[in-house]
């Protein structure tokens, strides 16, 4: 009953029981590994208390709230398995307030702003510029268009399937692709017939784009020459499309 033993079988079963996204299973071995075994590590489960556990809570620094709602999030879970499979009568963890949840770092991006990015990303290496303006235009997550597949587009119908898999929420969901998108698409394919699978953005053919953040920092420099803009992430422009260009009806092309 020793906790490293058993946060292992569990780590195994969290990875494997389901399809997974990887970040959420890397996050998972994360708080094991740093967190809950250096503290733990051969004691019986049975004799974990709440008190050990809101010690390692208290233990993360009070500005790291985000790796603090982690470990009570992901504990949760690991004691929940435990107590599900009869080694402990009671989750440890259930009684301890949850820790305040970070301050979002989200930020909507005016129009002035928004075209700054659109125009500096034709100053990007291929195809990171095209995903850019894909980013804004599908209004999709950073992950999904990166790693977006000819397979889940079809030209005719003008959509993108993004399977389940791949979606954040577990469910696969259509986005219906509007004529600026099409056009960033022909533009990668080279021409309207479009290939029938393998990454649209890519540069090695074989998988999906890296050094996103690189390209990010070269973004950030070609703006500086247009305008002085604050600190912003890539994730920020989907609240500009949702909030800007669904709710107003704007172009970003005609802002």
Request: charged letters at 25%; hydrophobic letters at 45%; aromatic letters at 8%.
């Amino acid at each position: 009953l020793a906790f490293s033993r058993l946060a292992d079988a569990w780590l195994d079963h969290y990875e494997n029981e389901k399809r997974r996204r990887a970040s959420s299973v890397s996050q998972a071995k994360l708080v094991v590994r740093n967190h809950l075994k250096p503290v733990l590590g051969s004691t019986p489960v049975p004799h974990i208390t709440r008190a050990d556990m809101q010690m390692i809570i208290d233990a993360i620094p009070s500005h790291q709230r985000a790796m603090r709602r982690n470990v009570f999030a992901y504990s949760s879970v690991l004691f929940g398995w435990m107590r599900r499979r009869g080694h402990i009568e009671r989750n440890p963890i259930e009684y301890i307030d949850k820790p305040e949840a970070p301050a979002s770092r989200d930020r909507v991006l005016n129009d002035l702003e928004l075209l700054a990015i659109w125009k500096a990303s034709y100053n990007l290496a291929q195809p990171f510029g095209p995903f850019v303006r894909l980013l804004i235009l599908t209004i999709q997550r950073r992950g999904e268009v990166a790693a977006m597949n000819w397979l889940e587009l079809d030209r005719k119908a003008a959509t993108w399937i993004i399977p389940a898999d791949r979606a954040k929420n577990g469910m696969a969901h259509i986005v219906h692709l509007s004529k600026a998108v099409i056009s960033e698409l022909d533009a990668l394919a080279g021409g309207i017939k479009w290939p029938k699978a393998g990454f649209v953005l890519t540069t090695t053919g074989r998988s999906p784009i890296s050094g996103i953040s690189k390209a990010k920092r070269a973004l950030d420099l070609k703006v500086a020459e247009e305008m002085e803009m604050p600190a912003w992430r890539l994730h920020d422009l989907r609240h500009w499309s949702a909030t800007v260009s669904i709710g107003q009806g704007h172009d970003v092309r005609t802002v």
